[in-house]
């Protein structure tokens, strides 16, 4: 069963990435990145005095393979899409900038139409200090003795490697209404995850308000041109398959041939990540793209 989950933030979730240098622009996130969190949080911090000691002692010794057999992920999740709700017509933004609608009902969405759309970019200015975060590292480092360090006056924050900087932020959607597509995951597990991002929030800058969930829904949604990975849109008698979550370009490459050619490339973004998580891994993946589908 794939779910449609509506998010209802009071700040909108933040995730920035480079375009060039000191200009950051904003990213999709991944639900299952934060569900991942979720459950290692049920499963391996949850008894612990102080589990954010643990999380970051964790994350300095673990292998890559100890973490990801800890988690042993079997959900999946579309990007995060910003949205606006009317009364039970909600329409999604997918990361093309088309307005896929649908129909709510009482615990279900239904999808109505898709049309083209456009989204002007806001810029702000930020600071981020890297400082804090050195601090923290050190201080783990010391409690695990692993390494003699020096005290932390070396670290100049206005100087070298370590001055904080001044970004420009380009924000496309700012709004408070975010979904996604689930699917892999029991309903009760799905709430249990989302009550506890409720208290951590998700994405970047959360101690800074950003990313602050209030509430959320979870509706179910049947529909074969949907799913977690993509939606086909129909559009004056034509089909347009959306990818809406990262993608491996093999897998790409496979469903084209096997579809004997049926499906013909309109436009691919390529980047660097993965297509499962964790998601920081450096493989070449799609980020985004869009084909006519002719079956």
Not at 66 to 73: A, K, Q, R
Request: net charge positive; charged share 25%.
């Amino acid at each position: 069963m794939n779910y449609l989950v509506l998010l209802y933030f009071r700040f909108p979730p933040l995730h920035l990435s480079y375009s060039h240098p000191n200009v950051l622009v904003q990213d999709y996130i991944i639900l299952d990145s934060a569900f991942a969190f979720a459950k290692y949080y049920e499963t391996k911090l949850k008894n612990e005095v102080d589990w954010r000691k643990k999380y970051l002692e964790d994350s300095l010794t673990k292998t890559f393979d100890e973490f990801m057999d800890d988690l042993n992920i079997s959900f999946r999740t579309s990007y995060l899409l910003p949205a606006y709700r009317i009364g039970n017509k909600l329409v999604v933004i997918t990361p093309f900038e088309y307005r896929v609608t649908f129909k709510i009902n009482e615990d279900s969405a239904e999808y109505v139409k898709s049309v083209e759309g456009y989204t002007r970019e806001n810029h702000i200015e930020i600071i981020l200090s890297k400082r804090d975060d050195i601090i923290k590292v050190f201080s783990i480092y010391r409690n695990l003795k692993s390494v003699k360090w020096r005290t932390l006056s070396d670290i100049d924050p206005s100087r070298r490697a370590y001055k904080s900087i001044q970004y420009t932020v380009r924000l496309k959607y700012t709004n408070l209404l975010w979904v996604s597509i689930v699917e892999g995951v029991a309903i009760e597990c799905l709430n249990d995850y989302l009550n506890l991002l409720q208290k951590f929030g998700i994405g970047k800058k959360r101690n800074m308000g950003w990313g602050d969930l209030i509430r959320y829904e979870i509706l179910k949604i049947n529909n074969e041109n949907i799913s977690t990975q993509k939606v086909i849109h129909k559009l004056n008698g034509k089909r347009i398959l959306e990818i809406i979550r990262p993608i491996s370009p093999y897998t790409i490459s496979d469903q084209i041939l096997r579809q004997n050619k049926s499906i013909i490339p309109l436009q691919i973004e390529l980047g660097f990540g993965s297509d499962e998580p964790p998601y920081w891994q450096r493989k070449i993946i799609i980020k985004r793209a869009k084909f006519i589908v002719n079956y």
